[in-house]
């Protein structure tokens, strides 16, 4: 029988797709000219991974630098989306995202 490894769980690994889940979509839309979903709706799923900050934050002391590794590595798969994501922030608030 198949064991998860000692010190990962699944709302790791779900944070972990879930930044996954975000980039892949932005490769899709802006490198290969797929559309896959709203701009708007794409941009409340990336923002909804700052959520994971808070996981991390009420998960027992002994598990916070396992969420901590886990947060920078999605951060690191988040980072090329950022500009992208700043813009449709922006332009969300001035009335002009697609």
Do not use: Q
Not at 5 to 23: I, N, R, Y
Not at 35 to 50: H, R, Y
């Amino acid at each position: 029988m198949n064991k998860w490894p000692s010190g990962l769980f699944w709302p790791m690994v779900v944070c972990l797709v879930h930044a996954l889940l975000v980039s892949g979509i932005w490769v899709l839309v802006f490198e290969f000219d797929l559309d896959v979903m709203p701009g708007k709706l794409w941009m409340a799923l990336a923002f909804a991974w700052v959520v994971w900050l808070g996981a991390a934050l009420v998960s027992r002391p002994e598990n916070r630098t396992r969420w901590m590794v886990a947060i920078g590595i999605g951060a690191f798969f988040l980072a090329p989306t950022i500009p992208t994501l700043y813009a449709y922030a922006v332009w969300s608030i001035e009335g002009f995202a697609p």
